[in-house]
């Protein structure tokens, strides 16, 4: 059984009991669902999560969606107005077509639903939990839907929207095809880096952390951290522009974990680039012959014999100096979105590789569709002063644990601030 589908079955457990309880104690008439003035009886918690006005009663979503703000959409959903419009459209379409899950089950009389004519009410869902780590009670709320209608809505939604992703131009991940693209990255980087000639991109290891139960308290006790050998590795590969070049997803428990698809990475590196271009990398990246390490550029190690003659040393260490300064593209690219996607930041268990496996390549697509739409500077600007607020320290994420790094959720404390959200 998976996921979704349980969380379905209890919430329709729960509100049927819940039912029966209310008609024992209050009997028909009397029951807490309905009033004298039909309008639903909220419990405190409900409103603090939808603190309404006399003039606006409206749930938290809804006044999201309508209010049309294009910083309240990048802090909750990642995208601008104009970008969440643009994905609706084809979202709008394949969700028509997506068949309802688990629609075969009873739906007491009088449960809240998602409305079964509001695609954007799906989108926002998918958008929301990608871009939060809020649990799914609190997303229910948000929505003002039962645990039923969320699991369908949000599995429903999470299906077409990777259909969309995976079809639509603008999110397209995909590998330079003509030599003038190549010379233009690496004109672009060789302006500010001038040592590192015919570079087009950048490569970087994109480590996400794996839960493992059971084992926190063997670590602890006799290690006083928890291991780092407990994350997956992913490649991703930016251009200059911030773009997303290729993505090499090494999820944990498939067949072949990544590897036939580093496997056909190196192929791109080696057959589908034009000859005496290359890829900045970090020190780890895997290069396992002569030819493929001739085409990456990486930092010089420490413990590496260096030659003697003091013009050629100097230049060794401005060459060193430069890929390392690199770096700053790669690292704000990756904060941008891992602060924008925090999903991504929850750490993985054994059982939920699909799941993880969904939000990664939503993510990466994503960050492809709203950069590639953002082409004005007022548009760029937006993102970046949202972007600014939820940074965080500069840190190598390749060292530091990604289980030390839990920054409150942005799109928590947006709810907190705007509509008093406490849980």
């Known amino acids: 059984m998976s996921v979704e589908q349980a969380r379905y079955e209890h919430g329709a457990e729960l509100e049927a009991l819940m039912a029966t309880l209310a008609s024992a104690l209050f009997g028909p008439e009397d029951s807490p669902v309905s009033s004298e003035d039909n309008s639903p009886v909220t419990s405190e918690d409900d409103v603090a999560v939808f603190h309404s006005t006399e003039c606006d009663n409206r749930c938290a979503w809804a006044r999201l969606y309508e209010d049309r703000d294009d910083r309240e959409y990048i802090r909750t959903m990642g995208v601008d107005v104009r970008t969440f419009e643009e994905l609706l459209i084809p979202f709008s379409a394949r969700w028509y077509e997506e068949p309802i899950p688990w629609a075969d089950h009873a739906v007491p009389e009088g449960e809240a639903q998602m409305d079964p004519d509001d695609p954007a009410g799906s989108l926002g869902l998918v958008l929301h939990w990608l871009c ?19 699991a369908q809505s949000l ?74 050998r407990y994350y997956y590795r992913n490649i991703f590969t930016f251009a200059p522009d911030g773009t997303i070049l290729d993505v090499v997803l090494m999820i944990p428990g498939g067949r072949d974990d990544g590897s036939r698809s580093v496997e056909g990475f190196y192929e791109k590196l080696l057959e589908k680039t034009p000859a005496g271009y290359r890829l900045i990398s970090d020190s780890g990246f895997p290069s396992q012959s002569k030819r493929l390490r001739s085409q990456i550029l990486a930092p010089i190690q420490q413990r590496s014999q260096l030659p003697e003659p003091p013009r050629t040393l100097s230049r060794i260490k401005t060459f060193n100096e430069q890929v390392v300064s690199t770096r700053q593209v790669t690292d704000w690219t990756k904060h941008i979105i891992l602060d924008s996607f925090e999903r991504l930041r929850e750490p993985m268990s054994l059982d939920s590789a699909k799941e993880q496996l969904e939000a990664l390549q939503m993510a990466s697509r994503l960050h492809q569709f709203r950069w590639r739409l953002a082409q004005t500077e007022r548009a760029k600007a937006t993102y970046q002063s949202v972007w600014d607020e939820n940074q965080l320290p500069e840190l190598d994420l390749d060292q530091k644990a990604l289980y030390e790094i839990q920054p409150p959720c942005h799109v928590r404390l947006y709810y907190q601030q705007q509509y008093r959200l406490t849980y």
């Open 132 to 150: 939060s780590t809020m649990h799914d009670s609190t997303l229910e709320r948000l929505f003002a839907i039962s645990p039923r209608a969320y």
């Open 155 to 228: 599995r429903r939604g999470i299906n077409s929207l990777l259909a969309v992703l995976k079809h639509h131009p603008s999110a397209r991940i995909r590998w330079p095809t003509r030599e003038e693209i190549f010379h233009e990255y690496s004109m672009s980087i060789e302006q500010k880096y001038p040592e590192l000639k015919k570079a087009f991109g950048f490569s970087v290891g994109f480590n996400l952390p794996i839960s493992i139960p059971g084992e926190y308290d063997v670590e602890e006790t006799y290690y006083n951290e928890r291991a780092d």
